[in-house]
């Protein structure tokens, strides 16, 4: 194809054309279709019964445990995050590369196997199973242990979204703020806070999808005590067991709104964050003061 004909953008009509085509057919078949009969499901019985299946009091239970087990897991990787963060992107310092891979770790390992190493720590025949049994304290199979596998699996998503924000800003504003006589609690809020505050948004919004929809991890460590250690993930897979369709359904579609509003709230920080950008970049450039002309 001659370059006279090919657009400014570089490709044919027809395969910009197929491309979108493509990644739209690829969209409604395994995006949209299955949100669809998720939701079809769900109130196939009608109305009555998908909210009879909602107020149901295991599934209350439930809902009632993801949202603790979320509220305490996304602060404590919050300030996890900022932390590592900060030490990576603005010190040098020596294991900074083992900090960096240890971060990295619940992506490479099955969220399975992290149940399972919960289990052999502080299972009953586990390392402080028996001293945990000797002084009452329940660890596995009950909500510290669906906390403490929840919070393993979710903590990298906040650390690396601030990672290559925070290296790419630099430190420089941070010693300029310390020469001036800022304090590090003043200089973190007043300087950096404000500069990474969209991709700390992101990483929270990421972290909350994932410790609400977590299952492998969780399932091992909960025990399925149903009304007790179940989350939404985990009550809905007893309810299909069970052979209650309808019930699972309208669990799992509360799962899907919790994710399509978990996507709204991510569209809506993205464009704002665009707009702030829109608008730095529209601002005129400061022209640069004359220097007097020295006396002859």
Not at 188 to 194: A, G, S
Request: charged share 15%; hydrophobic share 55%.
């Amino acid at each position: 194809m001659s370059a006279a004909r090919l657009p400014l953008h570089g490709e044919s009509r027809a395969v910009r054309f197929a491309l979108i085509a493509i990644a739209l057919a690829f969209m409604l078949l395994f995006l949209v279709l299955p949100l669809l009969a998720v939701f079809a499901e769900a109130l196939r019985k009608g109305v009555g019964a998908y909210l009879e299946a909602l107020r149901e009091p295991d599934a209350w239970a439930a809902i009632r445990l993801t949202l603790i087990t979320a509220l305490i897991a996304v602060p404590l990787n919050l300030v996890f995050g900022v932390a590592a963060a900060w030490a990576i992107a603005k010190f040098e310092f020596r294991g900074k590369s083992f900090l960096t891979t240890l971060i990295d770790l619940p992506f490479s390992v099955s969220p399975v196997v992290a149940g399972l190493v919960y289990v052999l720590v502080f299972g009953a025949q586990g390392w402080f199973g028996p001293w945990l049994a000797e002084h009452g304290i329940r660890i596995v199979f009950a909500v510290p242990g669906i906390v403490l596998a929840t919070i393993f699996v979710t903590f990298p998503f906040i650390a690396r979204e601030l990672i290559p924000l925070m290296q790419a800003q630099g430190n420089e504003e941070e010693q300029a703020a310390q020469v001036l006589g800022a304090t590090g609690w003043q200089t973190f809020w007043r300087v950096t806070l404000p500069n990474i505050k969209w991709g700390l948004l992101y990483g929270v919004i990421l972290c909350n999808a994932r410790a609400m929809g977590e299952f492998g991890a969780v399932s091992v460590v909960s025990g399925h005590i149903r009304g007790q250690t179940n989350t939404m993930p985990l009550h809905v897979e007893v309810l299909y067991n069970e052979y209650q369709s309808a019930a699972a359904f309208a669990v799992a579609s509360l799962l899907a709104l919790l994710a399509i509003v978990t996507l709204v709230i991510k569209t809506v920080i993205e464009w704002r964050h665009q707009r702030e950008l829109d608008a730095v970049a529209a601002l005129p450039p400061e022209r640069p003061a004359t220097l007097p002309k020295e006396s002859t």
